[in-house]
Structures are given as structure tokens and as C-alpha cells.
């Protein structure tokens, strides 16, 4: 173990290197070639709408567009959805006769705006079939993914071979354990460009390290800037080789007595970064909106100073357009009540009260009261000096999800009402005015009927609690008066950002939902757990467990094992551990795993919950695998019946990996 990461050339390759690598390869083949033909015909992620790209490709002389479509293909693949049994759980199976509406389309979420890279390779054999079945063709989308699993473990392969000297266990553990890691193989196996994201990212993790051990040369630079580029081409979870090919490359090029050239450029541009992209002036618990591409954020802070603020200092401040081109109706901010609290509201009366003002007199919405069903608010009319408004509310019977949104809703000026729009009173011309801005402070939710004709009295500036209507109260909001400040990306980068994000994640949502543990803290648990199980067994398009649940507690046991494992690695080599690879590694699974951790924070203010899944992180899977498979050596030593034990587990848990999809899909 004390060998592992020594920064030196990498050894000549040798016939006992190639003889491990084949017998690992070919573990994986016949391991992936039993998912492929094991799982039915479209039970992976969003697999239809894939192979709908996939086939676009095959068969036509350009790329596909957003809009494209083929009615009868379309009706072969929903017939043999329908066939398959893909609708035997959820219901809804739709009727199909033998003529087909010139509309027809495959449901679910459309894939043909995705980069074209994975579709290209993946449709050169379809291209050349004979007439076959849907599901034959799917079979063969199938099993050009399952090259790429090949390639992938060929890089883990290479990773380790680049990191460990000759006899190093790392060298056939690393891409071992890959091989043989359950829910990874059922991926790659899948029609889903996560193959392509995985794999190019891979080629860059290796490219990366062979840079960062050997030095800078024409081949390394070629393979790693190519392999980074390629990521652009595949997926935006894998983009994250293009945030750390300049750490490469400057850690390349300053090398040993020159390190400390890259550090300090590194840790001088860090921070340089932070200061210009973020601010704070958005307020603790309140969320910023999530936005789609054509949708730009505030530019300014929520929180504002104001000395028209009723209650302490500051005022959540909303910019609000006065004239646009379309109807557009967006959610600008936002704060989630955990379940807790929306227990004690499901069903019972409620009363949200708040301060409403406005740079000029205006007609809005007030804040939107919403559960999964149904959303309660008011027309208000604002002036200039703060005024206290307040709406009762019956909460209809429900589970877990309630949220309060201040929305801004545009319509174009030939459609009639044009909220906000100026009152009477002080009429102004919206094409001069452009924006007015809206305040509130003092917020209030609180359980029972309280008088609306009357403002509530706070025991303190944070309005947490008071009396109203001659009754004592909690409230229910967080931060409901402002005061307290909260980090956020500067809206420039914000929006940039949301283009290339997957779901179009604004940073600042993100960066907020992960700041207020107090309503989010109960979500990321569930995530955790969800992206755990995910990235070791749990199959289809995440609903397929494990036969024996308890197993995920042994897999917790496992990884708790392997940090330790590297803790004790860590210290037992304080004097040698490459800074560099270790950045690297760090990099990749931190972002990574924070992005797929955070991206579901989008869908908060949603009836639904999304929860993501291991696959997004699955583009640093060597880097997991090496904390994985490195903990393990670090635990076990020099003990060989360790590396014995941990791959038989790997082996069982693949067996019945195997048995719980049979079991599930009654093919047992």
C-alpha cells in the first residue's frame, strides 16, 4: 500500500499486464452481455425516447431536430412497450390499433436536443440490418453500449496501471471491482448516452493522470484535451472534464520544484472566482426560482435594505416587468416547508399574512400558498407606503408537499390584463417605466382563522413568533422577515450556467437548497440514500431493488470500511500522497456527486419529487472505484485474502443482483 500514487514514469507494458486485462475483459463481456438480453426491452432510463434518436439517425441523412418524428416507428415502439409489459405496474397502457395518428409520438421525456455523439456510433450497425424486429434492434443498440463498458474498464485498467507499480494489487482490483459493480454494468448496458458520457470521461481521467505522471508531451495533451472535448459531444454530466482540464494542464506544466507556481495560480484564481461570482444578498431559506434556458434570473439581491421595512431593516425585493413580449408566468422565488411542518397543516386552517409595497402604486399576485393539488393567492393593489394584507386558507387533505412562491406572470400588452399594471393612481406609461420594484416584509403563516383587517404583533425582528388576533403564534416561514443573509451566483454567471446545467439547474437554487438544512435537509437524506443504492443495485429506471433489501445496509458497512481504509492509507503515506492526482480525484467525484446530489433541489417547488440517480455521477465512476478499491487495500494491507473476500462479495452480489431482476419481471 505504501507504493500506491507514487508520482513516477509508467513501467513497460508486460504480457502478465495484457493477460489481466483480457480475463477482466472478458468477466465484463459475459457480465454485460447478461444485462443486456437479461433486462426486458425499454426498462432503463428513459430508453424509448433513446433508441427514438438512435433509430432518427440510422435512417436518415441528417441529425434529427427537437421536432422530428415518425409516426409509424413510434407506434411499433409503443405496441412493443405495451407487449413487453412496460405498463403492467404503472397502469395506463394506451390502445392501439392497427392505424396510427400522423401525431403519434412515444411518451416520456423527448432525448433529440442531447449532443449526437452517442446516437452516431451507436446507429452505424442499425444502418446495415436487414428488416428485423423493434426489440432485435434495441438488442443491438444495446450491445454497441456494452462496447463502451469494455472501453470504460480498459481506462480503468490503464488508471491504475498509471498510478501503481508492477505487482500492485490497484492494477487488477480498480477496474475488478468496475467490472463486477452491479448497477454500473446494468447502465452500460443500457440505450442512454450515460454510456458515451462515461466512457469519454473516463478516457479523460486517464489521459489526465498519464499528464500528470509523465509530464507534459504531444500524445498526453492530444489524448486528454481530445478526450475532454468529446464530453461536450456526449453529455453534460460528463462537462465536468472541461471545469478540470485547466487544473491539469497548469499542474502538468509546473512540475516538481515548479509546483508551487500551480498551486498558488490555482488558489490566487479560486479565489479571485468566488469574489466575482458570488454575492450576498439573497436571503437564508428563500430560494431562488428555477428558470428554463430562455428565462433570465434578477439581477439584483432579494434582500434588500429599506427603511420602509415594518419590521427590522430589510425587505425581500422583486423586480417586476412592466412590459414583455409573450405570456410568460415564473416563479422568482421561493421556500419549501419540510414535512414536519406540513403535517401540521394538511387539513387544517391556515392564515398567510404579509407587508406589500411598491416603488410605484401596481396591481400583483400575492405570494402563492400552494400544495400538490391546488395554490391559493389574491389580487392586491400596493401604494407606495407599506400595507399589510393577510388571506384565510383551508388546506386541502394531502401528504407532504407545500411551498410558498412569489410569482411574476407577464402578458403580452394586446391580451388585456397586464399584471403587474399601474393603478389609477399614478398612472404610468409601461413602455418608459420598463420596471418597478416590489417589496414585502414580515411574512406570516400561521395555524387557525386570524383577522385579516389586522397585522400581527412580532416578539422580535426575525418574526418567528408573536401574537395575533389575541392569540400567540408560531410562525411557519423561515427567515420571514428578511434579515438574515444568504450567499448566491451573480446573475451574469447564474444564467450562463443554467444553459449547460443538467435540468437546467440555476447554481443559485442549488447553492441555497444546500445552505437550509432546515427545509431541504429532509429531501437531500432521501437523495442520498436513492443515489446510494443506485450506484450499487437498484435497476430499471430505479425502481427494481435488491430481492433482500438488507444487503444495502451491508454495502453501507462496506464503504464506511473503505473510508477508513483510506484514512488509514492517507496517514501511513502523509509524506508521499501526490497532490496532484489526489486534486484530481477530489474534483471529479466532488462534483460530480455534488451536482447529482443538488440538480433534484430544482424540482422543490414542484407537485412531484425527483430524485436522482447514481447514473448522473456515474462519469467519475474511476475515480469512486479508486476511493473504493483504494480503502480496501488500505484497510486490508497486504492481506490477500481482503482482496479474495471483497471480490466474492462483488461476485454474490452480482448473482443476486441477477436473481432480483428475474424475480422482478417474473422471468422466475
Known sequence: MRQMLVPEKTPELQIKDLVQLGVILLITLIYGLIYVFLVPPWQHYDEPNHFEYVWLVAHRDRLP???DRHPRFSWKVI??????????????????????????KIPGHSQLGEPPLYYLYVALP????????????????????LSLLLI??????????????????????????????????????????????????????WGSLRLLRNGLSLLNFLWTVAAAGLTYYTKNTAMIAIVALPLVLLLAVFRRRLRWIAW??????????????????????????HAWKQVASQTA???????????????????????????????????????????????????????????????????????????????????????????QIRTPSGSDRLWVDFNIETVQSNGGQNPPTPSSEGQTDAAEVGTAQLFYDGLVLALGSRPVDSAPLFYAEDASAGVWGD??????????????????????????????????????????SLADPAGSAYYFRIVAQHLFQTFWARFGWGHVPLIWEWVYGVLAGICGLCLLGCLIGGWRMRRRLPGDVIALVALSMGLAWGLSLARGAVYLNYPFYYFPTARHAYPAIIPTMLFLSGGWLGLTGGWKIGRILILAFLAGLGVLSIFSIAVFYGKI
Do not use: C
Not at 82 to 103: C, H
Not at 327 to 343: E, G, S
Open 65 to 67: 431536430d427537437a421536432n
Open 79 to 104: 405496441r412493443s412497450m405495451v407487449e413487453n409489459g412496460f405498463y403492467d405496474r404503472i397502469g395506463g397502457a394506451p390502445e392501439l390499433g392497427s392505424d396510427f395518428p400522423a401525431n403519434l
Open 126 to 145: 442499425l444502418r446495415f440490418l436487414p428488416p428485423i424486429s423493434i426489440e432485435r434492434q434495441l438488442y443491438v443498440a444495446r450491445l454497441m453500449s
Open 152 to 205: 470504460t474498464v480498459i481506462a480503468a485498467w490503464g488508471t491504475a496501471r498509471s498510478l501503481a507499480p508492477p505487482g500492485h494489487p490497484l492494477r487488477w482490483l480498480l477496474p475488478a471491482m468496475m467490472a463486477l459493480l452491479p448497477g454500473f454494468v446494468d447502465l452500460m448496458t443500457a440505450v442512454n448516452n450515460d454510456a458515451a458520457a462515461i466512457a469519454s470521461f473516463s478516457l479523460f481521467v
Open 264 to 289: 498558488l495560480t490555482l488558489g490566487v484564481s479560486l479565489l479571485t472566482g468566488l469574489a466575482f461570482s458570488l454575492s450576498v444578498d439573497d436571503a437564508q431559506g428563500w430560494y431562488r426560482g
Open 301 to 391: 439581491g432579494f434582500r434588500q435594505q429599506s427603511a420602509d421595512a415594518p419590521l427590522g431593516t430589510h425587505a425581500l425585493m422583486i423586480e417586476m416587468p412592466l412590459q414583455v413580449p409573450a405570456r410568460q408566468k415564473q416563479t422568482v422565488v421561493f421556500q419549501v416547508l419540510p414535512p414536519t411542518i406540513a403535517h401540521k397543516v394538511y387539513d387544517h386552517e391556515v392564515t398567510l399574512g404579509f407587508w406589500a409595497w411598491g416603488s410605484q402604486p401596481m396591481t400583483v399576485i400575492s405570494p402563492i400558498f400552494k400544495t400538490a393539488r391546488q395554490e391559493f393567492s389574491i389580487p392586491i393593489t400596493v401604494t407606495t407606503r407599506p400595507q399589510f394584507f393577510a388571506v
Open 471 to 512: 392569540q400567540p403564534f408560531e410562525n411557519l416561514l423561515r427567515n420571514a422577515s428578511f434579515e438574515t443573509p444568504a450567499l448566491r451566483v451573480n446573475s451574469r454567471l447564474d444564467d450562463l450556467a443554467t444553459q449547460v446545467m443538467p435540468d437546467n439547474a440555476r447554481p443559485s437554487l442549488m447553492l441555497a
